[in-house]
């Protein structure tokens, strides 16, 4: 057991953190009470910033070896970082009582001290320790702080040169005095102790901007974003803080100007796959998925073994739906940076759409095993397990809540997480406060990043669509379209019970379920060019002809049918194809158009609750309810207008009926009944919707009239849904 000890203490000294604990633990499981193993533990948590863990850990020791002055001296440093001031005080105190002669407990004093605001008994604490130590370095630099504190620039200046004098490696002391001689306006003195500090020590790169990564890493974005701009301000050529200001401005969703410091950043350094790949990840932000994997590629040319591009390129693959690719890169990031929670949590993503949900889960909690402060993680947990998640995790997400500096991405995440937790706990009033604050944060990024919404301008080309299909048009495209029955339409509102008739359609064995596809918007997209007119697709359309009616029938069944070349019918759940009802319609007069339609309200409620990665109306009640009676305005003109049948089925009947429905969709699309659709649940296919938990499951009937839990908190959104 002893050499056991001295191996774990021989890793933990060069850094080898996970190992170190890992033979600490090991030597607990044999020996709970080991003290020195307990105390350990409590110092590497200390130094991954799990300072409130660190606290626990240390006074367990404590409690088990009262009379270690070394553990009150790591006790007191775990205090002051978690923030009890008064805790650290009381344990440095108790250090130099057990071990009055030694400096570190002079100097933990002082820092306490400091901490409270007692400056003088301070300066005397960090000269004790000086005294019993004369090269004792680490407190010449606190005395500096305590001096700065104390407004005594000269004396702090001293203080922080005597550190440096006695380490000159110590890049805390180096980059301290450069900020102090900054402050005194030694503008070049300054640059050189910070370039020193970043030399000696990477991840702490270049005074000022240095200290941008700091507070952009606590997410204190303003004042990072200040400290890069002054870092530019005194050299506007250096690459790197042209890029960590394009971070700290895509953190907060400002994705047109961070991708200026981006290619700033590229044009100053072209060698940088890091810079490559921030620009990368701000097109992928953007959408622009082309950019995205043309940057990532670059990135990955540039550096192959570049972990972080990895991710980033399997992250865009899966925005793209292919799974495969985005798994191997993900992996491939994985096994070059085996500590990467990034990775873990897109992977916890893709193995959730592809039906594993029990893999989906184990990777997530990888992911904060990584990073305890992935918040992303512990959303998307809640938003599945819903009440079934731990307590430990709800806690965790509502302390995340209560910071100061917090991204406001995480923040919306979090709260719609919390939503779906309370929304099942039937503790519907913090839902409706935690789905509003969620949403009214999402709303201010979208508008941001240029995405906002406008339900004027949609129910503008509602309008134009209803006066472009009129009966005139389907008279003269008739007999124009595609002679298949391959293609099935699952159409409505998003909540509204799409992803369910899919999997039941999908479950049966000559049907596959494509998922919600983007095919029928895409093509209808192409109609100008093909027409070689620069006007909108929705103009095109007097004037197609035969030819160009079946270019886009044979455009659309050359996406659709590799997805499955035998199915005799494959399903495509977009719902919003209902906008492109009549264009499908024209180019597949004997495909399968399925209605699915939900009590409105409960459509809504469900809309406003969850965490939408792209419907921007969502965030929104009266863009909610607008959105809703838009499409009623629309579904009510297709059922006029429309040459083909629409099969309606409410979702409310489907839960009582589960298998009349069933029974009706597969008579619709000309199919023989098989029992396999009643076990639609048992699936293991891809399923790309907000609905990945609830369609792992039987029919439920929790969602029907679910909207009178919020009939306050939603009554403006009801309201017009009503009138």
């Not at 600490?24 to 409130?52: C, K, M, N, W």
């Not at 979208?446 to 048009?473: A, C, E």
């Not at 479950?507 to 029928?520: C, Q």
């Amino acid at each position: 057991m002893s050499q056991a000890f001295n191996d774990a203490i021989q890793l933990h000294k060069q850094g080898e953190l996970d190992q170190a604990e890992l033979i600490y633990r090991q030597i607990l499981d044999e020996i709970p009470t080991y003290s020195d193993a307990i105390h350990l533990l409590g110092v590497i948590a200390h130094q991954r910033g799990q300072f409130g863990r660190a606290v626990t850990l240390i006074k367990k020791a404590v409690s088990l070896a009262p009379d270690a002055g070394t553990y009150y001296c790591n006790l007191a440093e775990a205090c002051r970082m978690s923030g009890d001031n008064r805790g650290s005080l009381e344990a440095a105190r108790k250090a130099i009582a057990l071990i009055p002669h030694n400096p570190d407990a002079h100097n933990h004093l002082g820092l306490a001290l400091q901490a409270t605001g007692q400056f003088e008994e301070a300066v005397v604490a960090f000269k004790d320790a000086i005294e019993l130590r004369p090269d004792f370095a680490l407190a010449q630099n606190n005395l500096g702080g305590v001096y700065r504190e104390m407004e005594k620039p000269d004396e702090a200046l001293a203080a922080y040169r005597e550190a440096v004098r006695l380490a000159p490696d110590l890049a805390l002391a180096l980059s301290n005095l450069g900020q102090s001689l900054l402050e005194k306006n030694e503008k070049d003195e300054a640059e050189k102790y910070c370039k020193e500090a970043v030399r000696l020590q990477p991840a702490f790169p270049e005074g000022l901007s240095n200290l941008g990564n700091v507070l952009r890493a606590k997410e204190n974005l303003k004042d990072a974003k200040d400290c890069y701009r002054i870092a530019l301000q005194m050299r506007p050529n250096v690459a790197m803080i042209h890029g960590n200001l394009g971070q700290a401005l895509q953190q907060e969703g400002s994705l047109d100007e961070a991708i200026k410091c981006y290619e700033h950043a590229v044009a100053l350094d072209s060698k940088s796959s890091r810079f490559e790949s921030y620009l990368a990840s701000a097109y992928a932000e953007k959408d622009d998925y082309e950019r995205a994997i043309k940057h990532y590629r670059r990135a990955l040319n540039l550096k192959p073994d570049f972990a972080e591009a990895h991710n980033g390129l399997g992250s865009v693959q899966h925005e793209l739906g292919d799974f495969k690719a985005a798994i191997a890169s993900f992996e491939e990031s994985l096994r070059l940076k085996p500590d990467f929670a990034d990775a873990y949590s897109n992977l916890g993503a893709a193995y959730a759409e592809l039906g594993d949900m029990n893999k989906a889960s184990a990777y997530y909690r990888e992911a904060l095993k990584h990073d305890p402060e992935y918040a992303g993680a512990l959303a998307v947990i809640a938003t599945h397990e819903r009440d079934k998640t731990p307590i430990e995790d709800i806690n965790k997400m509502n302390e995340f809540l209560e910071r100061e500096h917090l991204t406001e991405w995480k923040r919306s995440t979090l709260h719609h997480g919390l939503a779906h937790y309370y929304d099942a706990k039937k503790e519907y009033k913090l839902a409706a406060d935690h789905a509003a604050k969620g949403n009214a944060i999402r709303k201010e990024l979208w508008i941001r990043q240029g995405k906002g919404y406008s339900s004027d301008d949609h129910s503008g080309f509602v309008t134009f669509l209803m006066k472009q299909f009129q009966p005139p048009f389907f008279e003269r495209v008739k007999g124009w379209g595609l002679d298949t029955e391959v293609p099935v339409f699952v159409v409505g509102m998003p909540r509204s019970g799409t992803t369910l008739l899919e999997q039941i359609l999908g479950s049966h064995p000559r049907v596959f379920g494509a998922g919600e596809m983007s095919i029928a918007k895409d093509t209808f997209d192409q109609l100008p060019k093909w027409m070689d007119k620069q006007i909108a697709p929705s103009l095109c359309i007097p004037d197609v002809t035969k030819e160009i009616i079946q270019k886009a029938g044979n455009e659309h069944m050359s996406h659709l049918r590799p997805l499955h070349p035998t199915a005799d019918r494959i399903v495509d759940k977009m719902p919003d194809n209902y906008m492109w009802l009549g264009f499908l319609a024209a180019i597949f007069p004997k495909a399968k158009f399925i209605y699915s339609k939900r009590d409105l309200h409960d459509v809504a409620v469900s809309c406003w609750i969850t965490n939408f990665k792209q419907i921007r109306w969502a965030s929104d009640q009266v863009d909610i309810a607008n959105r809703i009676r838009n499409h009623m305005r629309l579904m009510e003109h297709w059922k006029k207008v429309l040459p083909v049948p629409i099969l309606e089925i409410e979702y409310e009947n489907t839960v009582e009926d589960l298998e009349g429905v069933a029974r009706k969709m597969i008579d619709f699309v000309g199919l023989e009944w098989d029992p396999a659709c009643l076990a639609f649940h048992e699936s293991k296919r891809t399923v790309r919707t907000a609905s990945l938990s609830q369609v792992r499951q039987p029919v439920y009937k929790r969602s029907v009239q679910r909207w009178k839990n919020y009939s306050e908190a939603l009554k403006p959104l009801f309201d017009i849904i009503d009138a």
